[in-house]
């Protein structure tokens, strides 16, 4: 088909807005923290997938890279799809999305799969589903819709507070049957922060921190494996052998790193000694791999992505988006903040994941939509903001 020159130069305009519209650093942040994510789950899983002390891989020591490997292009693909979808569409199936995260928790407790001494899956062939996940996206995706909706009425406590406080209470207790309280605070955590976007009153805040602190306390009662975590949190290494021997590997595995660190695959910890290397604990191997300087060198990378995640946030093109690209980024704030406070022994220990690090193919895959989304919300930035 010919063009004539106005055409043509319409053409070319519409072509270079569309490139331009995707963030690139924010993009180039995510795929360099995938593939050095990548890389270390082969470095710090194929010593327990050649062993097999599960008998699950079959002896292959590449079991746990190849799939992670087949998720992360999986992911990078939808992200590159998510990205497309334009920010209306999320908008549109926000609350359903959340509908359906509700629906799956219901069914965990009767069709779930138990490992662990906790039902947090479905079975989905020879796949796992987390609902969990789905259900952080939900809650950011919906209430930002609900926010939107309530504009000028958040300050009140029949539609600022209590419409999300039951949302949360009903996810929350279906999280503490399974158990699983790690994605009961960070469901906490960001739905708080949503709500603090939103313009809810401060005292509704102190509030909730009160009542969190009593929650706590009967958690503390009613689950006495919360309590002991607790103990254990305070002096590891008064059983070394027991409840504290998994943060007291962890705390080894990241001394012997020292400064410059072991180098790539020379890890000691990750032969059957340090529990979950490839997974909840895959910054451990980090540490005692790269050292110090490749651990901060990391931690940087996510500052940056976390920083450039806000930017878009700040100039998205309306309050839906904004809320949206600032809740997702939030959520990938603070899962990294509590990982890397557990395997250092700052908090509690309890199961959260490294982001784009920790092996999880179901959770990389979310995560990577979670980008697509952000990377939605950037193309939809005024020209005249991203110069």
């Known amino acids: ?25 924010f993009l180039s942040l995510v795929i360099l923290l995938l593939t050095i994510g990548v890389t270390m789950v082969l470095s710090a899983s194929f010593a327990r997938a050649y062993f097999d002390p599960g008998n699950v891989t079959g002896g292959n020591a590449a079991y746990y890279f190849i799939r992670q490997l087949i998720f992360a292009v999986l992911g990078i693909a939808a992200m590159i799809f998510c990205s497309r ?70 300050k009140s406590f029949k539609y600022g ?16 049957l399974e158990p699983h309280f790690s994605a009961s605070i960070i469901i906490i955590a960001v739905g708080g922060v949503m709500l603090f976007l939103g313009g809810a009153r401060l005292i509704w805040f102190i509030a909730a921190a009160v009542a969190a602190g009593g929650g706590i306390a009967v958690l503390l009662t009613l689950f006495p494996y919360a309590s002991t975590r607790i103990t254990t949190w305070q002096d590891p290494f008064s059983s070394t052998s027991d409840e504290g021997y998994q943060i ?17 695959g020379q890890s000691r910890q990750k032969y059957l000694y340090l529990p979950e290397e490839h997974n909840d ?10 050292g110090f300087i490749g651990a901060v060198l990391i931690l940087v990378l996510f500052a940056l992505l976390i920083i450039r995640g806000y930017w878009i946030a700040v100039h998205a093109a309306d309050r839906y988006s904004f809320l949206i690209s600032a809740g ?21 220990c309890t199961g959260i994941s490294l982001p784009f690090f920790s092996y999880g193919g179901t959770a990389l895959l979310i ?11 950037s193309r939809e930035i005024p020209a005249k903001v991203k110069g």
């Open 248 to 264: 007291v590997q962890s705390l080894y595995s990241i001394g012997s790193g020292g400064l410059t660190g072991l180098g790539l």
């Open 85 to 154: 979808l334009p920010v209306g569409f999320y908008k549109r199936f926000s609350v359903p999305l959340l509908i359906a995260a509700i629906v799956l928790l219901l069914l965990v407790p009767l069709i779930g799969v138990e490992a662990n001494g906790a039902k947090r899956w479905i079975g989905v062939g020879s796949l796992t589903l987390q609902p969990s996940e789905i259900a952080k996206l939900g809650v950011i995706l919906a209430f930002s819709v609900m926010i939107c909706n309530n504009r000028g009425k958040m």
């Open 161 to 176: 507070i209590l419409p999300f406080a039951g949302i949360l209470l009903v996810i929350i207790g279906l999280l503490v």
């Open 328 to 348: 997702i980024t939030t959520l990938l704030a603070i899962q990294v903040i509590l990982n890397v406070s557990v395997v250092t022994n700052l908090v509690p």
């Open 1 to 25: 088909m010919q063009y004539g020159s106005a055409e043509l130069r319409i053409r070319e305009t519409n072509d270079k807005t569309k490139l331009r519209g995707m963030d690139i650093a």
């Open 281 to 290: 604990f895959i910054f451990s191997v980090v540490c005692e791999e790269l």
């Open 367 to 377: 995560q990577m939509a979670e980008m697509g989304i952000v990377l939605s919300v």
